[in-house]
Structure formats: C-alpha cells, structure tokens
C-alpha cells in the first residue's frame, strides 16, 4: 500500500516560524480536524505535544475524545457535548443551539463579523449573552473567523474592525453577566501572518504548521516546509511497444517503446482522478493512463516512488487548495515519522 512520511523536523519548523508571530507557544491552537488535514490525528498530537503545544482545535466530539490526554485545551467547532471532559469547550455557532449545550458546559461563541457561515450575527451579542448566561453555560472566550485572509482585499481589514468592536462590546457585556477572563481569538493561519503585532489570546493554526500554506506573492511568508509526503509501491512492470495503449479506456497510447509500471495507489487511497495523464512526479516520473481505484501507472522501473512532497503543487495541477489535497488521503494510509 501507497505510505505517508511525516518530517518531524519540518513540523518543528513550521511551529517555530509560527511562535514568532504568536510570540509564545501558548497561543498555538493547532487545527486537527479532518485527521489532522489527512496527516494521521494521534500522529500530529503526540509531535505537537513532543513540541509543547497545548491547545488544539477539532471538529467534532469524537476526534476532541481521541486527543484529549494530549492537550490542555481542546475546541470543538461544531458538536454538542457527548463526553464529560474538563479541558473541552464547544462553539456556539447560532443563538438557537444554546438550548442544547447541557448546564456548566464551557463553551466559546462565535461571531459572524462578515463571512456569513457560522456565529451568530453582531447585533445579537446580548441577547446571546443573556441567554448563555440563564441557560447556566460558562462562556470563556469570544471568536470570529475570516472569510478573505489569504487573499489581498480589504475584507481582512473590515472583518478587524468589527470583531474590535465586538470584542469591546464583549468586555462590557462580561462585565454585567459575570463571565470572567474572557479570551479572544480570530486568527487562522493567513491572518496571523499578517498582524504585525500579534495581541490575542491565541491563533487557530492548520494550514501553516501543515507547511503547505498558498498566499500571494505580497503576503508571502519564507520558511515554511511541507511536512507530509507521499510514497507507492511496484506492482509490476512491463514493456509497452509503440502504438499499444494503457489502463481503462487506453486513453495513454506509448509513442515509442517504454517501461512501464504500475504503483500501488490511486483514487481509493485518495488521490484525483483527474490527474490522469497529467501528472509528473517531483522526480519528473510522467503518469500514464487513467488513475484506477488502486493503481496508477508511470513511465518508471523504481520499486518506489515519491507521488508528492508538496500538496500545494498538487494542488495547482487540479485547481484546487492544498486543504482539499491533504484531507482526501485515506485515514487508512499508513504514516511513518522521519526526521
Ligand atoms: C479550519 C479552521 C482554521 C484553520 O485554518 P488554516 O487556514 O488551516 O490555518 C481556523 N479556524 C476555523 C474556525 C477553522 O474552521
């Protein structure tokens, strides 16, 4: 079966390139959900806490239960507690799902301030409040998301805006409900690149520690490092004369005599289908044919190969984001750390 490599040294890299602009470990929150962005989830938290971060960012219950012994904090984006835990917090996304939050529940809440997918609406901050408060939940912190921070428009600026202005509304409102210390958040990978002075209580980072962030060239931050890789294995290998034609369909047909051989992964294991005969390894190896279920043909005799070290490169091949390239890799694929 077709393997990930996780480089344990990139990873560190990544945090320590991210501490800089957090200005302390403390403030990392690393995104984990969707299998750690296809990485392996108990793999990604027993680094991320061989590295010292304690925070970390989930989905759902189920995967907030698997990594709880590996952090202090953990947040669940969307689920309803299942489990008692004292180190997880729930989002509120909308002001009627408080009702379903049990009594003493942690929860965080957040706020549309423009990207008008999930939180609740600005003017409805008090009421929120009030009903959090009735309701016996223990608010503790406060947070928006941005819709454009990887992208050079004056969204990220206005998006600010608002959330200073909820985070003020906030204090005051804490104030009058009782709700102590409370903490605030917004950032996600981009939008801590671009704070030149970084003053919140913490930043939600997937993408970054990931080492496959795609900014424009003026948002542009150096040093980051990929940290996933992908491997396949020999099947076997045949010559192919001119004119004869290869896998479903025989939509690649050989020019001239070559070796060709089939690896051991494919669309079942996660990788796109619209990549066939349109592919070409970061050792240059062309890919050959329709990508099937499970195998994939290139003009190549290795035992194994590289299929990708960079998922934004992929990435660019289909017209998609790195994200989408990450998370389709199959839970199942075995992960190895390296160094
Ligand atoms: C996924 C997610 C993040 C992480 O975003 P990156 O771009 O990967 O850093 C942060 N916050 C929220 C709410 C998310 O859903």
Known sequence: MAYITLNKNNFFNNLDIISRFTKTKDKIALVLKDNAYGHGLIEMATLAQEYGVQKAVVQNDAEAKKIEQFFEYIL??????????????????????????????????????????????????????????????????????????????????????????????????????????????????????????????????????????????????????????????????RKIQSGERIGYGGTYEALQEIVVSNYNFGYGDGFFRVCSNNYTTPHQKVLVGRISMDNSSFICDDDEILIFNDASLVAKVIQTVSYEVLTSLKEIIVKKIVY
């Open 76 to 237: 669940v984006l969307a689920d309803i507690p299942t489990i008692k835990s004292e180190k997880i917090r729930y989002t509120i996304n909308d002001k009627n799902s408080i009702q379903k939050f049990p009594n003493g529940t942690k929860v965080e809440l957040k706020v549309d301030t423009g990207m008008h997918r999930n939180g609740i609406a600005m003017h409805e901050l008090q009421e929120v409040f009030e009903a959090i408060k009735e309701h016996g939940l223990i608010l503790e912190a406060v947070f928006t998301h941005h819709k454009s921070a990887d992208e050079l428009t004056s969204e990220w600026f206005w998006q600010n805006d608002n959330f200073a202005k909820i985070k003020e509304k906030s204090l005051e409102l804490a104030k009058k409900f009782g709700f102590e210390n409370l903490r605030f958040h917004s950032a996600n990978s981009a939008s801590l690149m671009r704070h030149l002075n970084f003053d919140e209580d913490m930043a939600r980072i997937g993408i970054a520690a990931y080492g496959c962030m795609n900014l424009p060239s003026a948002l542009h931050v150096d040093g980051f490092k990929p940290v996933l890789s992908l491997y396949a294995q020999k099947i076997s290998s």
